[in-house]
């Protein structure tokens, strides 16, 4: 069965950056975009990016251009999303997701989502 | 970038009850590429709806989703327990995929 899993939590200082991991299994990593969201306590869901597994090729929201950057392993099925600079208000919990095949066939919904990553900014 | 917004931001209803909800989007949503989610508190969101009126796996038939365009809704015909949750609408022809800003749905 398909499923991504992130990774745990973390707590960071202001000004410094982390790097989230999503493990996915049980269907070909490279066919797939993983998109990247995060949600601030009691907030919404705001989309952040997605990444091209088979290519490496990269969109961003606007809002995180030059300061979010997402990376993928396609030798262990890994798709990372790491976040410079940090304040208060990049403290969310971070999702992936996976997103329309890159194959084609048209676009895709959300099916399948990593379990979230709380991250904290805090000094 | 097609901004959605969703009515009405909380809604109080009883078990047994029909729930309507809505998202309405800035631009049209072309292939009706609109998809519904569910959220509970600590969880990923779940997928209920896509293509605007499609069940995903596992969505019971009390959920339906209609609209095209600009207009969508989504309906729960009576109301469990554990229907109570947020609820989000997402566009997904675009990019920057967007999503709505929820509805919470409480129970009265």
């Known amino acids: 069965q398909v499923q991504l899993v992130q990774s745990g939590v973390e707590v960071k200082n202001p000004g410094a950056s982390v790097k989230v991991s999503c493990k996915a299994s049980g269907y070909i990593f490279a066919d797939y975009y993983i998109h990247w969201m995060r949600q601030a306590p009691g907030q919404g869901l705001e989309w952040m990016g997605w990444i091209t597994p088979s290519s490496g090729v990269i969109g961003y929201a606007q809002k995180f251009q030059g300061r979010v950057t997402m990376t993928r392993d396609t030798s262990i099925n890994t798709a990372y999303m790491e976040v410079s600079s940090l304040t208060s208000d990049d403290t969310a919990v971070y999702f992936c997701a996976r997103g329309s095949a890159s194959t084609g066939g048209g676009s895709l919904p959300f099916n399948y989502w990593g379990q979230g990553t709380l991250v904290t900014v805090s000094s | 970038e097609i901004v959605l917004t969703q009515s009405p931001g909380t809604l109080s209803l009883s078990p047994g009850e029909r729930a309507t909800l809505s998202c309405r989007a800035s631009q049209s949503i072309s292939n009706s590429y609109l998809a519904w989610y569910q959220q509970k508190p600590g969880q990923a969101p779940r997928l209920l709806i896509y293509?605007?009126?499609n069940r995903a796996t596992g969505t019971p038939d009390r959920f339906s989703g209609s609209g095209s365009g600009t207009d969508f809704t989504l309906t729960i015909s009576r109301l469990e327990p554990e229907d109570f949750a947020v609820y989000y609408c997402?566009?997904?022809?675009?990019?920057?995929?967007?999503f709505g800003q929820g509805t919470k749905l409480e129970i009265k």
């Open positions: 997402q566009q997904y022809v675009d990019s920057p995929r967007t």
């Open positions: 293509g605007a009126s």
